[in-house]
Nanobody, 119 residues
Framework: QVQLVESGGGLVQPGGSLRLSCAAS????????MGWYRQAPGKERELVAG????????NTADSVKGRFTISRDNAKNTMYLQMNSLKPEDTAVYYC????????????WGQGTLVTVSS
């Protein structure tokens, strides 16, 4: 059974930082490139960053490049998203999942973790 549990979200002021975590079941984590996605109110879910099985960054959305860093710990079946210099437009629910260029290709999602950037 696929399990994806995101955590670490919260309310942060502009310019602040957060670190998100994703605990995934071994069946999905061990054999897949992984990705972080986000969905802002009224918008479609989008890919934020992707990482290979070996831990190399696949890509990073232009909107977060230089501010967000994706990483993974295969021994713990856990992936992270370090978010720095947060902006109000980063406000969204953040999800982790297998890597896909099109989030609509993925059927099973966790509950996500809400990140709110506001003063």
């Amino acid at each position: 059974q696929v399990q994806l549990v995101e955590s670490g979200g919260g309310l942060v002021q502009p310019g602040g930082s957060l670190r998100l975590s994703c605990a995934a079941s071994g069946s999905i984590f061990s054999f897949n490139h992984m990705g972080w996605y986000r969905q802002a109110p009224g918008k479609e879910r989008e890919l934020v960053a992707g990482i290979t099985i070996g831990g190399t960054t696949l890509n990073t959305a232009d909107s977060v490049k230089g501010r967000f860093t994706i990483s993974r710990d295969n021994a713990k079946n856990t992936m992270y998203l370090q978010m720095n210099s947060l902006k109000p437009e980063d406000t969204a629910v953040y999800y982790c999942n297998k890597y896909a260029n099109r989030p609509t290709d993925l059927e099973v999602w966790g509950q996500g973790t809400l990140v709110t950037v506001s003063s």
